[in-house]
């Protein structure tokens, strides 16, 4: 596909997801208390957007995974939540 | 359109979802043992269910023509309890020999524990014993990197695997080219708010190529969708993909990879 191709197919897509995003933010910022690791991991992955490089889909999935090597010890629950923090969440 | 659906929980889905994946050209549906959305309390509970996927799941798919394969295992979400997956591991051997198995799975790793790695390598070993096919589950999320490592250094570690013979299901951008550099098979996993959509999936086979990877839809009593495969297919049409090269994509090499198994035949 040429550049536009893909503008004519995926911008309307990208428009709507990135004002989500904004949205997102807009409501976690004017909710009262603290936040936890997941908003510092959003914001730590936004610059990645900006980047003229290839591979920005692999960049904020990088940016998001446990980057530790060793099985743990146990489990702490089934899920996954999306970032890591650092720690078992 | 026709196509293979090689990873799919049909025991949590409706007789209608059959019928609309028949509809939309699926000519075989392969489902790998999985979570329950619980724990079961027993290996009972896991010799119930394996007769589910080996006499009453077939008989359910066949209503509407569609040949049903199943893949046995414990999944890695029990495999905590070693005691447990050990009990459940003892009973796979006398269900091998059933004619839809095509083998051991969807086995792999969730969290990235001590006692979820030893139960995948002794699903390996117990693999390799019985000379059966692998698929194995990546874990989700910020897990998944990690978790794809030590199931990659795992498999490697076992002499007997041979790479062709087992596909690492649900890669995504960050994960995939370690999966195919390493000689095995790749799986895209088609799912609504985690894994790919269908126009991520097109991205990564336009840049990883075609050759041994499968599309498949791991729907579950999750919000998933059955029809993600041919959601995916149109999807690279509407890219300029040719038929040819879409049909090789989600009807080939899924024939290529099951065909491995001699029990996987389909009209």
Same mark, same amino acid.
């Given at each position: 596909?040429?550049?536009?191709?893909?503008?004519?197919?995926?911008?309307?897509?990208?428009?709507?997801?990135?004002?989500?995003?904004?949205?997102?933010?807009?409501?976690?910022?004017?909710?009262?208390?603290?936040?936890?690791?997941?908003?510092?991991?959003?914001?730590?992955?936004?610059?990645?957007?900006?980047?003229?490089?290839?591979?920005?889909?692999?960049?904020?999935?990088?940016?998001?995974?446990?980057?530790?090597?060793?099985?743990?010890?146990?489990?702490?629950?089934?899920?996954?939540?999306?970032?890591? %923090?650092?720690?078992?969440? | 359109?026709?196509y293979i659906e090689p990873h799919a929980h049909m025991?949590?889905r409706?007789?209608?979802?059959?019928?609309?994946m028949?509809?939309?050209?699926c000519?075989a549906v392969c489902e790998p043992?999985f979570?329950?959305?619980?724990?079961?309390?027993?290996?009972?509970?896991?010799?119930?269910?394996?007769?589910?996927?080996?006499?009453?799941?077939?008989?359910?798919?066949?209503?509407?023509?569609?040949?049903?394969f199943?893949w046995?295992?414990?999944? %890695?979400?029990?495999?905590?309890?070693?005691?447990?997956?050990?009990?459940?591991?003892?009973?796979? %051997?006398?269900?091998?020999?059933?004619?839809?198995?095509l083998?051991?799975g969807e086995?792999?790793?969730?969290?990235?524990?001590?006692?979820?790695?030893?139960?995948?390598?002794?699903?390996?070993?117990?693999?390799?014993?019985?000379?059966?096919?692998?698929l194995v589950h990546t874990?989700?999320?910020?897990?998944?990197?990690?978790?794809?490592?030590?199931?990659?250094?795992?498999?490697?570690?076992?002499?007997?695997?041979?790479?062709?013979?087992?596909i690492i299901d649900h890669v995504e951008?960050?994960?995939?080219?370690?999966?195919?550099?390493?000689?095995?098979w790749a799986g895209i996993t088609l799912y609504?708010?985690?894994k790919a959509t269908p126009?991520?999936a097109?991205?990564m086979v336009?840049?990883?190529?075609?050759?041994?990877i499968w599309l498949n839809c791991a729907c579950d009593?999750?919000?998933s969708e059955p029809l993600a495969v041919p959601q995916t297919a149109?999807?690279?049409?509407?890219?300029?993909?040719?038929?040819?090269?879409?049909?090789?994509l989600i009807y080939?090499n899924p024939l290529?990879f099951l065909?491995?198994?001699?029990?996987?035949?389909?009209?």
């Open positions: 596909m040429t550049r536009q191709q893909v503008l004519d197919l995926y911008f309307m897509d990208a428009r709507c997801k990135l004002i989500e995003l904004a949205a997102f933010l807009d409501r976690v910022e004017r909710s009262d208390g603290e936040a936890d690791f997941r908003l510092a991991a959003i914001r730590e992955a936004l610059p990645l957007l900006q980047s003229a490089q290839q591979d920005k889909a692999k960049a904020v999935l990088l940016s998001l995974s446990d980057p530790t090597k060793e099985p743990l010890l146990a489990a702490p629950g089934k899920g996954a939540c999306g970032a890591w %923090p650092g720690a078992p969440c | 359109m026709r025991v949590s409706t007789t209608a979802d059959y019928e609309a028949r509809l939309a050209g000519e043992a979570w329950a959305g619980f724990d079961r309390s027993s290996a009972d509970g896991f010799y119930d269910y394996f007769c589910q996927l080996t006499d009453y799941e077939p008989k359910r798919a066949a209503r509407f023509g569609l040949p049903h199943s046995l295992c414990i999944n %890695p979400k029990e495999s905590e309890d070693m005691g447990l997956a050990r009990e459940v591991l003892a009973l796979i %051997p006398s269900f091998l020999e059933r004619p839809n198995v083998g051991i086995i792999g790793l969730n969290k990235n524990t001590r006692n979820e790695l030893a139960i995948l390598e002794e699903h390996i070993d117990l693999a390799a014993r019985f000379n059966q096919l692998i874990p989700h999320l910020e897990d998944k990197l990690k978790g794809t490592k030590l199931i990659l250094d795992a498999l490697k570690a076992d002499s007997r695997i041979q790479p062709g013979r087992v951008e960050h994960t995939v080219s370690l999966v195919l550099d390493a000689g095995f609504p708010e985690s126009a991520r097109a991205d336009e840049q990883a190529g075609m050759q041994n009593w999750g919000r149109l999807e690279m049409r509407r890219r300029g993909h040719c038929a040819t090269a879409v049909d090789d080939g290529r065909s491995q198994s001699p029990r996987f035949k389909i009209a």
